[in-house]
Structures are given as C-alpha cells and as structure tokens.
C-alpha cells in the first residue's frame, strides 16, 4: 500500500486534553507556564478589583479562585523540572512582596503546592493500599 500525500499523519508538537496540555516530549513544562499564566490572570482580576484585602478575605480568594488552576489534574502533569517548580510560585499578595514565597504562604497559613502534591499523592496510596479504591 502506498501512502499519498492526502494519507500523511501531521506530527504536532502539543495537544490539550481534558485541560492538560501534552507535549511530544511529555514534560510539564507548557502546562506549568500555562497553569501559572491563568492564575496570574486571575491574580491580576482580584487585584485590580479589591483595593485592600486582609489574610483571611485574600486566603480565601486565593484558595477558591487561584489556586485550583495551579492545582488541576496536577498528578498527571505533577511538575519536576526546578523551573516548572519555580514558574507555579505565584502566591503575591500586596505588603508582602519583601517576603520569599515561603515566608508568604507561611504569613498567610497556606501550604505550598508541592506539599499539597505529596499529601494528595499519600492518600492515594493510602486508598489503594487499604483496598477503599479499587485498581486493576
């Protein structure tokens, strides 16, 4: 069988499924920017909207509009290179900008996303250990 030009597969480079984007060499890498591009939107939405802020109304805020677009179907593009890390620390809040990214999430009482992974990552294991998920 002979293949025509009209047979030809195109080859892409990326592909959005389910709201995750793929690259051809499966690093998270587009996703991470992404991710953090739409969260800083939406930072940059809140900011623009609210002229003060105290912790709990900005914690609240960020943990309802931010930081589940950081946080979406993390375990299948879950970030490992250190600048996907660094790209999702996004966490700014006016007055605190002197402070690292820990001191801040530590300032507001939140937790970072990696330990947020890991935590997710220990109760899937947990559930699939104990049998209260089922896997085949």
């Known amino acids: 069988m002979t293949v025509t030009d009209s047979n030809v597969i195109q080859q892409i480079t990326e592909e959005k499924d389910l709201g995750v984007y793929v690259t051809a060499d499966l690093k998270p890498s587009t996703q991470c920017v992404r991710a953090a591009a739409k969260a800083r939107s939406v930072m940059g939405m809140v900011r623009r ?16 509009y931010i930081r589940p677009h950081m ?8 970030p490992y290179l250190k600048k996907d890390i660094e790209c ?46 089922r896997v085949d």
């Open 49 to 64: 909207n609210f002229t003060r802020l105290d912790k709990e109304d900005f914690s609240l805020i960020y943990k309802t």
């Open 71 to 78: 946080e979406y179907c993390v375990q299948a593009w879950s």
């Open 88 to 133: 999702s620390k996004i966490s700014n809040k006016d007055g605190l900008c002197h402070l690292s990214y820990e001191q801040r999430l530590r300032h507001l009482e939140l937790t970072t996303l990696k330990e947020r992974s890991i935590r997710c990552d220990l109760t899937e294991t947990f559930k699939t250990m104990t049998g209260k998920q």
